[in-house]
């Protein structure tokens, strides 16, 4: 079976960095597209950042955090890791590592999803 495994949440001051990693398991996703989106209480799951499996264009991100976050994979060990720099309040979230069959996007409806690790950045 495939399992998502998301790490590396914790609680932060504002102006400071984190980074996620998610392990993958159950098939290898070389030609995916890899990314995350988050939740924050009260609000709808949000794209955050995704990496695509092709030459050319092959990340993008939210407006939101483009800038401060950086995604990359590592095909070797079947992990995405998001680097999430200059963290303020508003980043404060559940993150999900999220993988979809699709080479150009990754859907909301994404075919696979982690469990979720928290983010909570402090003022």
């Known amino acids: 079976q495939v399992q998502l495994v998301e790490s590396g949440g914790g609680l932060v001051q504002a102006g400071s960095s984190l980074r996620l990693s998610c392990a993958a398991s159950?098939?290898?996703?070389?030609?995916?597209?890899m990314g995350w989106f988050r939740q924050a209480p009260g609000k709808e799951r949000e794209f955050v950042a995704a990496?695509?499996?092709?030459?050319?264009?092959?990340?993008y991100y939210a407006d939101s955090v483009r800038g401060r976050f950086t995604i990359s994979r590592d095909n070797a060990k079947n992990t995405v890791s998001l680097q999430m720099n200059s963290l303020r309040p508003e980043d404060s979230a559940v993150y999900y590592c999220?993988?979809?069959?699709?080479?150009?996007?990754?859907?909301?409806?994404?075919?696979?999803w982690g469990q979720g690790t928290q983010v909570t950045v402090s003022s």
């Open positions: 159950g098939r290898t996703f070389n030609s995916y597209t």
């Open positions: 999220a993988v979809d069959p699709s080479p150009v996007v990754l859907p909301r409806t994404a075919q696979y």
């Open positions: 990496s695509r499996p092709i030459s050319g264009d092959s990340t």
